[in-house]
């Protein structure tokens, strides 16, 4: 769901691109595009040298697990039916004619979604574009609402 990971001070750059990050520039910052190459089997295969924003992110389930308010059987309960989600909203991507191309879910979503369809002559993907955003809609406000970290209070 996201789409870059921004480059901190002390992020080894070229490292990152030498393990296959695909780190890119937008005037003087430093980005790694996402999805992560790295992401392997729901783990991270460069955990010693990842960036310092993967290691300063703590998800909202971390936090609780942290705190005491839920368990880790729950969090990854909650995980693993958030992954289904996922998988769910991609493979309606797919049956909505976007083939899979390595970019953020968030980003073909977005793309197939600004494409107009004609109600008349295609009707069943009227139907399954409705879907595809009902699915979206779910996975969103499970991740905002369970995962993303609350705002910093000041
Ligand atoms: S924690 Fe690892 S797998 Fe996740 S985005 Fe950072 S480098 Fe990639």
Known sequence: MFQIV???PGDRTSELARLGMRIRSKGD???MEQPCPAL???CCTIYAQRPTRCRLFHCQQLRLIEADETTEASALDLIRQTQAQAAQVREL???CGLREDGQPLIERFE???STP???NL???LVVLR????GAMRRLRLVINREFRPPPLSH
């Open 122 to 124: 295609e009707p069943e």
């Open 6 to 8: 921004k480059m901190q």
């Open 130 to 133: 409705a879907e595809l955003d």
């Open 93 to 95: 991507i797919e049956r």
């Open 111 to 113: 793309r197939l979604m």
């Open 117 to 119: 369809v004609d109600e």
């Open 40 to 42: 392997k089997e729901r």
């Open 29 to 31: 910052e430093f980005h």
